[in-house]
């Protein structure tokens, strides 16, 4: 990696004296822009909290308390494995599926593992009214193509997860034979599933998750899971349907579920019980229950007690903690600031639909209704979300225990959460906290979203220019923008609400144009594995549109430096990873590879070759006829 040019390798050449020094922390899987990020802001809050003896608000004093239970080994030794105790002995008492039936209503408050999933949602055709939607179960392996017979690395997985699962069950007294055993029947059960989930690839397509069944068609579909009596405890009207994300899954469900396999099924329940809640007993059961996500990514360690202590806090707490992160740390100059940049590349999106070459005028002007209505939201929000209110910690002084806490707070947020079924959708609910560096846009609400912690360098400053701020949080806002035309997007309106808007010449055009994009992609070599363009379409369609567009803004800023808006689009996305993580994303993950990110989207746009001088006889070079340009 010696004097890389930016006209062979522009990512590497960037970020070639940062890839030769930086290294992977031992409790990750990756380190670069945004996880250099994460990590300064984690030890930030961090050492904040540690100073508080009190909050300043009841919120957070409830983080604080349960943050204190987290933190608290001595205690969560001395407990051991006893907390998690009466959890097994419930599983190990069922002796047939009528009886898990009698209590599936509880134990799917309770948060312990079932055979499919609940949720309450926007309706994605009427996004003003919440819709319940049932979902397959998740996978041990990460993906279902992890279980075909030429995959590389499912053997090696199962065998790390099988010996983590069969040192955890004996820790809760189950002798070493049967433990095996228990494993091997949950395994067998977990593979029975996978011919009829949906893949990640699958997945990716959006509007495929929508397939409303009338309640009375699901009902008499499911035979051994009394979904009836379930229903009845748990929801708090009855609703005219039920959308199923996986008809193919729920159409098998009762071949699945059944009285013959009822050993299997009920060792799957315990494993998958015993392993969800290892992390909240003692520091041995902790260390034990990571040895399948570090064989997943690739981290050498698990995180260090104290961090791993934060995290299960903020993962309950994380707009309480984000408003704080928020109210703290980001100030309203900077706030105005990219409120400024979001509005300009709404602006310039306008623009370039009104010039666009290949949209009818009908179409062209639904998708101007779309961006005219489209949310923004920066920093973080006015107001934290109601449920965070009833998530009351019972702190230490009062006796109260992690495990005990969280098993209150899951029963809290479930039943909250099918309350929603009768309750208007909150199109102003954030669905991650001010503190997370990332940014999304939502279809069903047809918003953007920039929470305060990606408001920063290398992504933003009032300190650099304004093109090097526009090739790093420029580019992220118009990405967010181009998310209501991808592929996924674009069949979403202004409301949210799933229909089809295009002319049907556009939406064929549009089609093509995405398979060029899809081809430009797939295919391509990485970490040893190649890139699916199929599962990355969408992300990429965002890419381009997001880089074009905060291009064009740059441009117009009277200080522009479009070498220094290029580097920053390559710096943003520097990233050392471990090979088992890379793979992992290139399986599961709908973004391409970061370094192909940063190339392959810059050799889209002729402004980068004249910025560069880079020519024919370059790597970074690409044939007119062979770059792609959507938005």
């Keep these: 990696m010696t004097n890389v040019r930016m006209q062979d390798d522009f990512y590497t ?3 070639q004296e940062w890839l030769k020094t930086a290294e992977i922390p031992a409790d990750k899987p990756a380190t670069g822009g945004f996880v250099a990020l994460v990590d300064e802001i984690d030890q930030q809050l961090m050492a904040d909290f540690a100073k508080m003896s009190t909050a300043k608000n009841a919120l957070l004093q409830h983080f604080l308390d349960y943050y204190e239970l987290a933190a608290d080994f001595q205690t969560r030794d001395a407990l051991g494995m006893k907390p998690i105790l009466p959890m097994v002995a419930r599983v190990q008492s069922l002796d047939s599926l009528a009886t898990y039936n009698r209590g599936l209503a509880d134990w799917v408050l309770s948060g312990l593992p079932t055979p499919f999933g609940l949720s309450v949602d926007a309706d994605m055709k009427d996004t003003a009214h919440h819709a319940l939607y049932a979902e397959a179960s998740d996978l041990i392996l990460p993906d279902k193509t992890y279980y075909e ?11 790390v997860f099988t010996d983590m699962m069969v040192q955890l069950l004996q820790k809760i007294g189950i002798a070493p034979v049967d433990a095996t055993k228990t494993v091997k029947l949950a395994l067998a059960f977990d593979r029975s599933l996978a011919p009829y989930v949906k893949s990640a690839e699958e997945a990716a397509d959006y509007t495929k998750l929508y397939n409303p069944h009338l309640w009375s068609d699901f009902m008499q579909q499911q035979t051994t899971l009394d979904f009836p009596r379930l229903f009845s405890k748990v929801l708090p009207v009855q609703p005219e349907k039920i959308i199923v994300t996986e008809p193919k899954y729920f159409a098998q469900l009762n071949q699945l579920v059944t009285d013959a396999n009822f050993e ?13 809640w290892s992390g909240y007993l003692n520091e041995e059961a902790r260390q034990i229950s990571s040895l399948y996500s570090r064989a997943l990514s690739g981290s050498k360690e698990a995180r260090p007690q104290q961090k791993s202590a934060y995290y299960l806090a903020l993962g309950m707490f994380n707009q309480v903690v984000g408003d704080y992160y928020g109210r703290q740390y980001f100030g309203e100059a900077a706030k105005a600031d990219v409120q400024k940049m979001v509005q300009k590349m709404i602006g310039v999106y306008q623009k370039r639909l009104e010039k666009n070459d290949w949209l009818t005028e009908k179409t062209r002007q639904q998708a101007i209704v779309k961006l005219n209505h489209l949310g923004i939201h920066v920093g973080y929000p006015d107001q934290i979300a109601p449920i965070f209110a009833k998530l009351v910690t019972v702190p230490k002084a009062e006796d109260g225990t992690l495990f005990e806490n969280t098993a209150d707070f899951i029963r809290t947020i479930e039943t909250e959460n099918f309350a929603k079924l009768t309750q208007p959708v909150d199109r102003n609910k954030w669905e991650m906290g001010a503190a997370t560096v990332n940014a999304y846009y939502s279809p069903s609400k047809n918003i953007i979203v920039f929470p305060a912690a990606i408001l920063q360098a290398p992504f933003y400053s009032l300190e650099q220019s304004s093109s090097a701020n526009y090739g790093g949080i420029g580019a992220v806002i118009a990405h967010e923008i181009s998310h209501a035309f991808d592929n996924n997007g674009a069949q979403f309106d202004e409301y949210g609400n799933m229909h089809n808007w295009w002319q049907e010449s556009d939406l064929a055009h549009f089609k093509t144009l995405s398979e060029e994009m899809i081809a430009e992609f797939d295919g391509l070599e990485y970490a040893g594995a190649t890139v699916n363009g199929k599962l990355t379409v969408s ?10 567009c905060a291009l064009e803004a740059a441009k117009e800023e009277p200080d522009v430096d479009l070498a220094a808006f290029f580097v920053n689009w390559a710096t943003i996305w520097r990233m050392k990873a471990t090979k088992q993580y890379q793979q992992l994303l290139l399986n599961i993950d709908v973004h391409a590879p970061n370094a192909l990110r940063a190339n392959i989207q810059v050799q889209n746009l002729a402004a980068f070759y004249e910025t560069f001088n880079v020519t024919k006889a370059d790597q970074m070079y690409l044939a007119p006829a062979k770059r792609v340009a959507i938005w």
């Design 149 to 159: 017979a030429d995959n590389p690395n499912a053997d090696h997985l199962l065998a």
């Design 264 to 276: 299997t099924f009920k060792a799957w329940l315990l494993v998958m019980t015993v392993r969800s």
């Design 539 to 548: 992300e990429n369609i965002a890419d381009a549109g997001g880089l074009s």
């Design 13 to 15: 050449a960037v970020n």
